[in-house]
């Protein structure tokens, strides 16, 4: 139903915090699990200052006093306006000295996943505390033939693990690091990337979903689709470990329980091969290829041989936007914020990675993508190019599917490619 203006001021002076009931509920409902949670798990609670936002409106429901104190209180927590100055997004910020977990509305309606994602973000909060933290460099080899094979079958042989039991999950997980190590012989340097993510992004999903198990009283067998899911994507390089850190995690519970107090000096991968004493063929290869029969191997080399093709094609498209074609480059900033869909995300080395949509901000203003060319953002993570603008004097200024709004003293001018413009600091 759509309200006249008069109409809906009078709806928010009456019921200010009626629409916002959903967030309301799940904050009283987080707090009643997360206690528990995070002190079994790594000795620290994942109760904490946490924030969830409306995206489109920015009123949100936090469970402590803001820092900024402009939130009104409302019974137990408090409402207010998200800062201009945050990109929404699931994630943790540091607000004037304080770190606050955030996620954004709506929440999902199943409970499970709900209290998944507010456990997960809840340990992104207090991640760099446990020393736990690390790069979330996107992982370019798994944007490979060879690499997304390999992992696929990495990811049925987890999920195989997952909802079974005794001699048969055993082998099946033995089978999924088998898989890995020839992943690894393939693509050099490729082992320190991956654990790199599965630190930064795994743990926390695991431990998202290990508070989920528990409270709604599943198996770990309610992992398993997640982990099924993954395998769908046609984007691995930054969502991997969203599947594989959890199944580790959960095996890892399985076959060696104090693996936590090791997670910071080890890599997941390497604690469940310890433990399963899993022990490399001399010929890998042929080992691995022998185990991933029963995985339907063969028909899914011959998907990823066809789904190369479009991505080579997709990086042809890519190099004659960005590297030949006229854009528009951004300065380099530190104070660079990204909000992302991790399923998206394709690296193109050694430019950097392309970014389908999101959204950024910085000292120069905030751009948002949601369709056409995309952004390429640089390796160092603190610059961006798009395709050239529409109108460079216009504001807002718009190209093909992004739009810029520029901070004040702010400009943009001809750079040296012709054709091509830059982001500048406005002559004073």
Not at 204 to 213: K, P
Not at 216 to 240: G, H, I, L, Q, Y
Not at 262 to 277: F, G, K, N, W
Not at 370 to 393: E, F, I, K, T
């Amino acid at each position: 139903m759509q309200l006249s203006w008069p109409v809906f001021l009078i709806f928010i002076a009456s019921s200010p915090a009626a629409d916002m009931q959903p967030a309301i509920d799940a904050q009283h409902e987080f707090a009643a699990v997360c206690e528990r949670g995070g002190v079994d798990l790594w000795h620290k609670s994942l109760c904490g200052p946490l924030i969830l936002v409306d995206r489109a409106s920015r009123t949100s429901v936090a469970n402590q006093p803001d820092p900024d104190q402009a939130f009104r209180k409302e019974g137990d927590l408090w409402i207010g306006h998200f800062p201009d100055r945050f990109v929404p997004s699931n994630t943790s910020i540091e607000w004037n000295g304080q770190h606050w977990a955030t996620v954004m509305l709506p929440l999902p309606t199943d409970r499970f996943m709900r209290i998944r994602l507010l456990a997960h973000e809840s340990f992104h909060r207090i991640q760099h505390d446990l020393g736990l933290s690390a790069p979330d460099t996107p992982n370019a080899h798994l944007d490979t033939e060879d690499g997304r094979v390999w992992l696929r079958m990495e990811l049925r042989a987890l999920a195989r693990a997952l909802r079974s039991d005794d001699a048969a999950a055993r082998q099946y997980a033995a089978d999924a690091m088998l898989f890995r190590l020839n992943r690894h012989r393939l693509f050099p340097g490729s082992a320190e990337m991956e654990a790199n993510m599965e630190k930064q992004e795994g743990l926390a999903e695991y431990t998202g979903t290990f508070v989920a198990i528990r409270v709604t009283s599943e198996t770990t067998a309610a992992a398993a689709p997640s982990v099924e899911f993954f395998e769908k994507s046609d984007a691995f390089a930054r969502s991997f470990a969203y599947g594989t850190g959890p199944a580790l995690g959960l095996l890892l519970d399985r076959y060696a329980p104090d693996w936590r107090d090791r997670a910071a000096s080890e890599s997941l991968d390497a604690l469940l091969i310890a433990a399963l004493e899993v022990k490399p063929a001399p010929d890998l290869e042929q080992a691995a290829e022998a185990r991933a029969a029963a995985y339907d191997y063969a028909a899914v080399n011959a998907a990823e041989a066809e789904r190369e093709q479009r991505h080579q094609a997709l990086l042809a498209k890519l190099t004659k936007k960005f590297l030949e074609g006229p854009t528009l480059q951004f300065p380099q900033s530190q104070n660079l914020m990204r909000n992302f869909n991790p399923q998206e995300l394709v690296p193109f080395p050694p430019h950097g990675t392309y970014y389908p949509t999101g959204t950024f901000t910085a000292e120069w203003g905030k751009l948002e993508i949601s369709s056409g060319s995309g952004a390429l953002l640089a390796p160092d993570n603190m610059s961006l190019l798009v395709a050239v603008p529409d109108d460079v004097n216009a504001r807002p200024v718009r190209g093909d599917g992004w739009t810029l709004d520029l901070a004040p003293g702010w400009t943009i001018r001809p750079a040296q490619r012709a054709g091509t413009f830059t982001i500048a600091p406005a002559p004073k």
